[in-house]
């Protein structure tokens, strides 16, 4: 089975509404080990681990409400005329 299988099995597996969920359970698990990280120093291991676990929930975000890529460009076009 291919990545994008995969997540889309899980959606349908598990229900849209749990995966949101799920995603914002992720991002804030993401976020205590990146305070964790910046606070405490350490190992980034916590912090690629939920790096890797909230990109997979964003792929399956994506899944559920579309493609984000003209989203995606206006937002890098936006920080590249701030940066100059």
Same mark, same amino acid.
């Given at each position: 089975? $291919?990545?994008? +299988?995969?997540?889309?099995?899980? !959606?349908?597996?598990? /229900? #849209?509404?749990?995966? !949101?969920? $799920?995603? *914002? #359970? #992720?991002?804030? +698990?993401?976020?205590?080990?990146?305070?964790?990280?910046? #606070?405490?120093?350490?190992?980034?291991?916590? *912090?690629? %681990? %939920? !790096?890797?676990? &909230?990109?997979?929930?964003?792929?399956?975000?994506?899944?559920?409400? /579309?493609? &984000?890529?003209?989203?995606? %460009?206006? $937002? !890098?076009?936006?920080?590249?005329?701030?940066?100059?």
């Amino acid at each position: 089975m $291919k990545h994008r +299988e995969i997540l889309a099995y899980a !959606i349908r597996a598990y /229900g #849209e509404q749990r995966q !949101i969920d $799920k995603a *914002v #359970e #992720e991002m804030a +698990e993401l976020t205590a080990a990146l305070l964790h990280y910046r #606070e405490r120093g350490g190992s980034a291991d916590p *912090v690629r %681990e %939920e !790096i890797a676990d &909230v990109g997979i929930m964003l792929d399956q975000l994506t899944l559920i409400f /579309g493609g &984000v890529d003209p989203f995606r %460009e206006r $937002k !890098i076009s936006r920080l590249r005329e701030r940066l100059g």
